[in-house]
Nanobody
């Protein structure tokens, strides 16, 4: 089992920044990829970004490219999502997820955190 705990969400004005953190614990050696997803009310959960834990390869959704940056600290078993130039449409519950597949599909990730709310006001 892998446990994931997100933090760092909050309320910010459009154009502002937030940094989300995800702390991983448990059987993390079995985890190849950590990713961030988000879900707005009435919408499906969508991929935001992912990073491979060993080599640090990253991948982003088109909607956040150039604004968001995912990074990791493997020694601390932490993953971060720096979010800049935030827009009202970025408002959602943001989830950290862990898995072994290089996929953007939520179903391919085995472990999930409880989520942290990000609200961007216009």
């Amino acid at each position: 089992q892998v446990q994931l705990v997100e933090s760092g969400g909050g309320l910010v004005q459009a154009g502002g920044s937030l940094r989300l953190s995800c702390a991983a614990s448990g059987r993390t050696l079995s985890t190849n990829v950590l990713g961030w997803f988000r879900q707005a009310p009435g919408k499906k959960r969508e991929f935001v970004a992912r990073i491979t834990m060993r080599r640090g390869y990253t991948n982003y959704a088109d909607s956040v490219k150039g604004r968001f940056n995912i990074s990791r600290d493997s020694a601390k078993e932490m993953v971060y999502l720096q979010m800049d130039s935030l827009k009202p449409e970025d408002t959602a519950l943001y989830y950290c997820a862990a898995g072994g597949s290089l996929s953007q599909q939520p179903s391919e990730f085995d472990y999930w955190g409880q989520g942290t709310q990000v609200t961007v006001s216009s």
